[in-house]
């Protein structure tokens, strides 16, 4: 019969469950890294990541998700693909449900679910997913050569990957609904220098229409006029919402927006259960911080299973 | 990314493949596409799950520009169900296993 209990369990092989999975497996301890679709998690879709250090030229996404992977894999990581879809955390062991039916068990667990880019919630969005409504711009982008995009949001990877886009696109509009962009300078001053990025301030977008592909967006600015823009497709990068349908959120205390909080040492409110990187209720979210609450969480877990024993 | 469990199609062969009277899955990636690495194991499990009831196979958009021009992909990872040549639904984004089987099923 397969083994079904370890000492730790890890959800999620982002760079939060990946480091975690690196730092368990170089300790020797008990563990199992679950990940439902492949390693990397967020950092899949980004372009370049420009700010880890130890990489002084920048390096891609999907690089890094493999380095992660190989480094943590060179110390005897156990990993599997499963999806989890539920779990009880009343009892001192932790029980995980498994789509096929089957279940694990744990005394400790890390949660790395990570988040999922939000969606804009308007009309259209969802019909035209696919078909000119995207949320990764490294992903798609390619499809729109010489065409023109729209990017909504105005943080960190709305402004990086409208910048991105403009290796393909012959045009980019990046609609905010403030009047100054809230990404870091570097990431501003490279896009206000780009020719081919042009701003729309203070407007939402608020419908988005047309037949076999987006054509175009309905805009509402901040004084209450309306107006339209053509666009070949539009990329929404507005932020993050947490993966968390696994979860028991009550007895987790999420926070209003479904994130988990935890003390510095990455502890949740229950005993012996962890959450580290984008899942964290937390004000920044960065790669390096998530790797840094994996190494976190490890060590709590370890001193847990210590006191345990 | 799906492996050499599934196989690849073209667009030499793709009508081929298509119109044959085994319903049809094809995964529409390209090697710089994390969610399409994302639904790889995924569309694996499912290729071994559905042999013999549904043929499920994958197109590198960056090698065949053609097919996915016909049908308007602007995004990937998208998985196209076909049923006698005849396109029946198609989703798009690193999905879950229980949605792809949901759409697989629209064929059988």
Same mark, same amino acid.
């Given at each position: 019969m ?10 999620g ?25 492949a ?23 999907f ?13 005897a990581l ?8 539920s ?17 694990l ?9 990570g ?9 259209g ?10 949320y990764?711009?490294t ?5 729109y050569?010489n065409?023109?995009v ?18 393909f696109a012959?045009k980019v ?6 009047d100054?962009?809230?990404?870091t ?19 939402t977008?608020?419908?988005v ?8 967006l ?5 004084s209450?006029?309306?107006?339209t ?15 968390n349908?696994?979860?028991?959120l ?18 949740t ?7 580290a ?21 490890v060590?709590?877990?370890e ?5 345990l024993? | ?36 690495k994302?639904?790889g194991? $995924?569309?694996? %499990?499912?290729?071994? *799950?559905?042999?013999? /009831?549904?043929a ?28 006698s040549?005849?396109?029946?639904d198609?989703v798009?984004?690193? $999905?879950g296993? %229980?949605?792809l089987? *949901?759409?697989?099923? /629209?064929a059988?």
């Amino acid at each position: 019969m397969a083994k079904t209990h370890y000492n730790l369990i890890i959800l999620g092989a982002g760079p939060a469950g990946l480091t975690a999975g690196l730092y368990a497996a170089r300790a020797r301890m008990d563990h199992l890294l679950i990940e439902k679709g492949a390693e990397g998690g967020q950092i899949l879709l980004t372009d370049w990541i420009d700010n880890y250090p130890g990489f002084p030229d920048g390096i891609s996404g999907f690089d890094l998700a493999e380095k992660m992977t190989v480094h943590a894999k060179r110390f005897a990581l156990n990993s599997i693909f499963a999806n989890v879809v539920s779990m009880d955390l009343t009892e001192p062991i932790k029980r995980l449900a498994l789509e096929d039916g089957s279940s694990l068990s744990c005394d400790t667990l890390i949660i790395c679910t990570g988040a999922h880019p939000r969606p804009l919630g308007i009309p259209g969005e969802k019909e035209f997913i696919g078909k000119g409504v995207s949320y990764c711009a490294t992903c798609d982008g390619p499809f729109y050569r010489n065409m023109h995009v729209a990017v909504v949001g105005g943080g960190n990877t709305a402004v990086q990957e409208a910048s991105h886009l403009t290796k393909f696109a012959q045009k980019v509009t990046l609609i905010h609904r403030r009047d100054e962009l809230r990404a870091t300078k570097i990431l501003q001053e490279k896009a206000f220098d780009n020719p081919k990025i042009n701003f729309i301030w203070n407007s939402t977008v608020t419908r988005v229409s047309g037949n076999e592909g987006v054509e175009e967006l309905y805009l509402l600015d901040n004084s209450g006029k309306e107006s339209t823009l053509k666009v070949d497709g539009v990329f929404v990068l507005i932020g993050v919402l947490p993966n968390n349908e696994m979860l028991p959120l009550d007895i987790l205390k999420a926070d209003a927006g479904g994130f988990i909080p935890t003390d510095l040492e990455t502890r949740t409110s229950v005993a012996g259960v962890m959450a580290a990187g984008d899942i964290r209720s937390k004000e920044v979210r960065q790669v390096i911080n998530a790797a840094g609450e994996g190494a976190t969480a490890v060590l709590a877990a370890e001193h847990y299973l210590t006191n345990l024993s | 990314m799906a492996s050499d469990k599934v196989k690849d199609v073209s667009d030499a062969d793709f009508l081929s493949v298509t119109g044959s009277d085994t319903p049809c899955l094809v995964d529409f990636w390209a090697p710089w596409c994390g969610p399409c690495k994302a639904i790889g194991p $995924v569309v694996e %499990a499912l290729a071994e *799950e559905y042999e013999g /009831k549904v043929a499920i196979v994958k197109m590198n958009v960056d090698d065949n520009p053609e097919t996915p021009g016909k049908f308007g992909i602007r995004a990937i990872p998208t998985l196209i169900l076909f049923k006698s040549g005849e396109k029946v639904d198609q989703v798009t984004g690193a $999905v879950g296993k %229980a949605q792809l089987i *949901e759409l697989i099923e /629209k064929a059988l």
